[in-house]
């Protein structure tokens, strides 16, 4: 049974630092497509960063570009987001999602992801 576990969400003040992690369960493959999304109040789930981890290949959304790192601890079976410079447009919920089959270019789509986790809140004030 696949298993998805966020931590690490938390409140900061604009400009700090967060790093999530995201504990995996459960897969048979140790390549794993790996994805971040977010959402806040009203708006619709954005994905944030994605990784391969069989290559280490790696996707950002432009929003977040220079400033969120996805990285990978195979040993541990986690993903992480490190987010720094945060910005108050930043808060929202977290969830770390996982996919069967590795997606590219269709990272961003959350309907392509098979697995997610429960979530974590990030909020950043002003």
């Known amino acids: 049974q696949v298993q998805l576990v966020e931590s690490g969400g938390g409140s900061v003040q604009a400009g700090g630092s967060l790093r999530l992690s995201c504990a995996a369960s459960?897969?048979?493959?140790?390549?794993?497509?790996m994805g971040w999304f977010r959402q806040a109040p009203g708006k619709e789930r954005e994905g944030v960063a994605a990784i391969y981890t069989g290559l280490g290949i790696r996707y950002y959304a432009d929003s977040v570009k220079g400033r969120y790192t996805i990285s990978q601890d195979n040993a541990k079976n986690t993903v992480y987001l490190q987010m720094n410079s945060l910005k108050p447009e930043d808060t929202a919920m977290y969830y770390c999602a996982a996919a069967r089959f590795p997606l590219g270019g269709y990272w961003s789509s959350a309907l392509r992801y098979d697995y997610w986790g429960q979530g974590t809140q990030v909020t950043v004030s002003s």
């Open positions: 459960g897969f048979t493959s140790s390549s794993i497509f």
